[in-house]
């Protein structure tokens, strides 16, 4: 072995203190406030009008006009998440999210939020037009009609 990878072996337990000693300290720093409290608040101001911000929003007006979907929380950022009007069950929405995903327009992620199972579109790519947009909120219309109703005996 390299000698002076065996002197930097030998350093390994001080090397690693010093980085649970920097741990220690952040966490003492904040001391019984809640992580949260350490957090700025979002600024005020107006909604994103272009790039992904602006997508994400009309994606969620979109959805909101869709029959047999709801949002679930205001767009403010890159994200929407939304929900079925009925029987928002795992399976239900699995079955939505792969129609979307064999449809090629969008991959969708599972999130449950404040207990109701949802999915959720985020917006990374500046490149995202509103055509691109309106094709994925094509998409989940399709596949919520192909969903159907709730089975009679699931509700």
Do not use: K, Y
């Given at each position: 072995?390299?000698?002076?990878?065996?002197?930097?072996?030998?350093?390994?337990?001080?090397?690693?203190?010093?980085?649970?000693?920097?741990?220690?300290?952040?966490?003492?720093?904040?001391?019984?406030?809640?992580?949260?409290?350490?957090?700025?608040?979002?600024?005020?101001?107006?909604?994103?009008?272009?790039?992904?911000?602006?997508?994400?929003r009309r994606l969620g007006e979109g959805v909101a006009a869709v029959p047999g979907l709801r949002l679930l929380a205001p767009v403010r950022?890159?994200?929407?998440?939304?929900?079925?009007?009925?029987?928002?069950?795992?399976?239900?929405?699995?079955?939505?999210?792969?129609?979307?995903?064999?449809?090629?327009?969008?991959?969708?992620?599972?999130?449950?939020?404040?207990?109701?199972?949802?999915?959720?579109?985020?917006?990374?790519?500046w490149r995202t037009t509103e055509a691109d947009t309106d094709r994925v909120r094509d998409a989940l219309a399709c596949a919520v009609r192909?969903?159907?109703?709730?089975?009679?005996?699931?509700?």
């Amino acid at each position: 072995m390299h000698p002076t990878l065996r002197a930097d072996l030998d350093r390994l337990p001080e090397l690693l203190a010093s980085a649970r000693d920097f741990a220690t300290h952040a966490l003492a720093g904040i001391g019984e406030r809640p992580v949260s409290a350490a957090v700025p608040a979002p600024a005020p101001g107006p909604l994103p009008t272009a790039g992904v911000g602006a997508q994400a929003r009309r994606l969620g007006e979109g959805v909101a006009a869709v029959p047999g979907l709801r949002l679930l929380a205001p767009v403010r950022l890159n994200v929407v998440c939304f929900t079925l009007t009925d029987g928002p069950t795992p399976e239900r929405l699995g079955a939505l999210a792969r129609a979307v995903a064999d449809s090629g327009e969008a991959f969708l992620t599972p999130t449950v939020l404040r207990g109701t199972p949802a999915l959720r579109a985020a917006f990374s790519n500046w490149r995202t037009t509103e055509a691109d947009t309106d094709r994925v909120r094509d998409a989940l219309a399709c596949a919520v009609r192909e969903l159907g109703p709730v089975p009679v005996g699931d509700a």
